[in-house]
């Protein structure tokens, strides 16, 4: 895990925790009259993202919490911090608000995916269209479909800083999870990529990966990295599946074989990805082979114990 702050170009008072999978970035706002956090990481890193935000702060509370989207790696750490900081506001987008409030897990997405994230609740809406105050300069909040249907994104226009979650990585974009539940999404992708070569960041604070600022050169590797997508969304589909299963072997770091077949049953997402886009193939074998190309690229090894991550 890095830490980069106004040194690499960014706003005074901002300050960027880089962090490893399974956790996003994490964006602390310390100057002005609050305290932020965009973005909280993943749950089995809640306690190092609490010890990242208080060696910063200091004393100083926590004022705010701000969540780009409901994926499990950017609002795993809320909880934490809720009961770090009792006064804490959060702000999530309004588009799966009444999920949050009833904790429904099947309508959120961590049910779904075989992923954690602990109960945590919410004081506003970070509604498109709308500005919020975020050390002491206000950043515009946008709608950014693609990789989920809800996700926002942030800009700054005087300094052209974009906070942009999985909208855009210097090398691609998240996975367009509701292709995969049979939603069209790659023209959400597409739409969300002009909107961000409209607002023309000089910067960009993705939620994976180093700050950049080759702006011009990543939305032509998103758009073909698109392109591709929509030409073979089958190859689409078997990354996802890649992903999910890395993502829970980075979690667990070992498990048993028997742990493991449970895992794979238990996550309904799988079989769905599996029946829209494999038809024919029984899920054992292609998640079998999945897991022999993990294997293969030294990313996860299997053993007499079970499986271990690499």
Same mark, same amino acid.
């Given at each position: 895990?890095?830490?980069?702050?106004?040194?690499?170009g #960014? +706003?005074?008072?901002?300050?960027?925790?880089?962090?490893?999978?399974?956790?996003?970035?994490?964006?602390?706002?310390?100057? &002005?009259?609050?305290?932020?956090?965009?973005?909280?990481?993943?749950?089995?890193?809640?306690?190092?993202?609490?010890?990242?935000?208080?060696?910063?702060?200091?004393?100083?509370? @926590?004022?705010?919490?701000?969540? /780009?989207?409901?994926?499990?790696?950017?609002?795993?750490?809320?909880?934490?911090?809720q009961?770090?900081?009792?006064s804490?506001?959060?702000?999530?987008?309004?588009?799966?608000?009444?999920?949050?409030?009833?904790?429904?897990?099947? !309508?959120?997405?961590?049910?779904?995916?075989?992923?954690?994230?602990?109960?945590? &609740?919410?004081? &506003? #809406?970070?509604? +498109?269209?709308?500005?919020?105050?975020? !050390?002491?300069?206000?950043?515009?909040?946008?709608?950014?479909?693609?990789?989920?249907?809800?996700?926002?994104?942030?800009?700054?226009?005087?300094?052209?800083?974009?906070?942009?979650?999985?909208?855009?990585?210097?090398?691609?974009?998240?996975?367009?999870?509701?292709?995969?539940?049979?939603?069209?999404?790659? $023209?959400?992708?597409?739409?969300?990529l002009?909107?961000?070569?409209?607002?023309?960041?000089?910067r960009?604070?993705?939620?994976?990966?180093?700050?950049? $600022?080759?702006v011009?050169?990543?939305?032509?590797?998103?758009?073909?990295? @698109? $392109? !591709?997508?929509?030409?073979?969304?089958?190859?689409?589909?078997?990354?996802?599946?890649?992903?999910?299963?890395?993502?829970?072997?980075?979690?667990?770091?070992?498990?048993?074989?028997?742990?493991?077949? /449970?895992?794979?049953r238990?996550?309904a997402?799988?079989?769905?990805?599996?029946?829209?886009?494999?038809?024919?193939?029984?899920?054992?074998?292609?998640?079998?082979?999945? #897991?022999?190309?993990?294997?293969?690229?030294?990313?996860?090894?299997?053993?007499?114990? &079970?499986?271990?991550?690499?």
């Open positions: 895990m890095s830490h980069s702050s106004a040194s690499a #960014l +706003p005074a008072n901002v300050v960027v925790f880089e962090r490893g999978w399974l956790s996003s970035n994490n964006v602390l706002f310390v100057g &002005g009259e609050e305290t932020a956090i965009v973005d909280t990481g993943y749950a089995t890193h809640a306690e190092q993202t609490v010890a990242l935000i208080e060696s910063v702060l200091g004393g100083r509370p @926590l004022d705010r919490i701000l969540n /780009t989207h409901l994926h499990s790696d950017h609002c795993g750490g809320n909880a934490a911090l009961a770090r900081y009792p804490v506001r959060t702000d999530i987008p309004p588009g799966e608000a009444a999920f949050v409030e009833s904790w429904d897990q099947q !309508g959120l997405s961590f049910l779904a995916t075989g992923q954690t994230c602990p109960r945590f &609740g919410f004081t &506003g #809406l970070l509604r +498109p269209g709308s500005e919020c105050v975020l !050390g002491d300069r206000p950043w515009q909040v946008h709608a950014a479909p693609g990789h989920d249907p809800h996700s926002i994104i942030l800009f700054e226009p005087e300094t052209q800083t974009l906070i942009s979650a999985d909208a855009l990585w210097e090398n691609g974009f998240g996975i367009a999870f509701p292709e995969l539940a049979g939603e069209p999404s790659f $023209d959400d992708v597409g739409a969300t002009d909107l961000i070569a409209e607002l023309a960041p000089r960009v604070i993705p939620g994976h990966g180093a700050v950049f $600022d080759n011009d050169l990543a939305l032509s590797v998103a758009r073909r990295r @698109l $392109d !591709g997508l929509r030409r073979d969304p089958v190859k689409h589909a078997r990354h996802a599946i890649k992903v999910l299963m890395k993502f829970k072997l980075l979690e667990v770091q070992s498990i048993s074989g028997a742990d493991w077949e /449970t895992w794979l238990g996550t997402y799988l079989d769905a990805i599996r029946s829209r886009f494999f038809g024919e193939i029984e899920l054992d074998r292609l998640t079998g082979d999945i #897991l022999a190309e993990l294997i293969a690229a030294g990313a996860a090894e299997a053993n007499s114990t &079970g499986l271990h991550n690499l």
